[in-house]
């Protein structure tokens, strides 16, 4: 497996880690349908939460948070339909960013936005 996809796993479950310590309950990691992914699906209280996580070295090439797109967060209200039509069950939905950056020294940062709309 190349590094790049080590590294990603690895903040994947470093934001898994992190999600549960602070009340989140996960309920599927890398989730899949056809082309379709959601990084982390998780609940608390009422709301389902569907969570990309982007994973950094450093920010010299901008924060991790930077690299979602419109085109993305299209991608995940797709796979969130497609997961919810199997999923009734939930009816409040939440779309979620958690950041992660390695800094140099080894200090990791986390940065976590709730609820994100993207329109343009």
Same mark, same amino acid.
């Given at each position: 497996?190349?590094?790049?996809?080590?590294?990603?796993? @690895?903040?994947?479950?470093?934001? $898994?880690?992190w999600l549960? $310590?602070?009340?989140? %309950?996960i309920?599927?990691?890398? @989730?899949?349908?056809?082309?379709?992914?959601?990084?982390?699906? =998780?609940?608390?209280?009422?709301?389902?939460? *569907?969570?990309? #996580?982007? +994973?950094?070295?450093?920010?010299?090439?901008?924060?991790? %948070?930077?690299? &979602?797109s #419109?085109?993305?967060? /299209?991608?995940?209200? #797709? $796979? =969130?339909? &497609?997961?919810?039509?199997?999923?009734p069950?939930?009816? @409040?939905?939440?779309?979620?960013?958690? =950041?992660i +950056?390695?800094?140099?020294?080894? =200090? *990791?940062?986390?940065?976590?936005?709730?609820?994100?709309?993207? +329109? /343009?």
């Open positions: 497996m190349a590094e790049h996809q080590d590294f990603g796993i @690895w903040g994947e479950s470093l934001a $898994a880690d549960e $310590a602070n009340g989140f %309950e309920l599927h990691r890398n @989730w899949r349908m056809g082309k379709l992914e959601i990084d982390l699906i =998780a609940r608390k209280g009422k709301y389902l939460h *569907i969570i990309e #996580v982007k +994973t950094r070295h450093g920010n010299e090439y901008g924060w991790p %948070e930077e690299s &979602v #419109v085109k993305k967060f /299209r991608h995940l209200q #797709v $796979a =969130a339909g &497609v997961f919810l039509r199997a999923h069950q939930y009816q @409040w939905l939440r779309y979620d960013l958690l =950041a +950056t390695r800094q140099r020294n080894g =200090a *990791i940062d986390f940065f976590f936005r709730e609820d994100l709309y993207f +329109t /343009r």
